[in-house]
């Protein structure tokens, strides 16, 4: 390698980071629909004029980090470098990633019969 890097480390930051997603959309969604005031909150923010920004952030950094998780848990599995396979998913991992994909899942069906689908 020319930068000198160690490729192990390459392949722990890539799985740290996709745990650290994982881990940060759980907390949104449950500080997101967990108890409380929620719509308190929202019409607070309305009348602020942030509630929309705040909204599409939040809708904007699940999408994207949901397809960031997803780009690079495919990459690990299939990927022949070492840089990549330093670090094969551990269950947690797999839990978290499988568990967040079911939760995606389960809302957007949710979201679909509730009469939100477009």
């Known amino acids: 390698m020319s930068d000198g890097a160690n490729p192990v480390s390459h392949g722990l930051s890539a799985l740290k980071l996709a745990r650290t997603l994982l881990v940060v959309n759980f ?15 929202y019409s ?17 950094w699940f999408v994207a980090s949901t ?29 978290l990633f499988l568990g967040w994909i079911f939760v995606v899942t389960i809302l957007c069906l949710f979201a679909f019969m509730m009469g939100m689908g477009g």
Do not use: C, N, Y
Not at 29 to 41: E, M, T, V
Not at 44 to 60: C, D, N
């Open 67 to 95: 397809i960031l998780t997803v780009a690079l848990v495919v990459r690990i599995l299939i990927s022949k470098s070492e840089m990549w396979r330093a670090q094969r998913l551990t269950k947690l991992d797999w839990a």
């Open 27 to 41: 907390i949104l969604l449950a500080a997101l629909i967990g108890p409380g005031r929620s719509h308190k909150l």
């Open 44 to 60: 607070e923010g309305r009348k602020l004029g942030v509630a929309h920004v705040i909204v599409h952030s939040l809708q904007f």
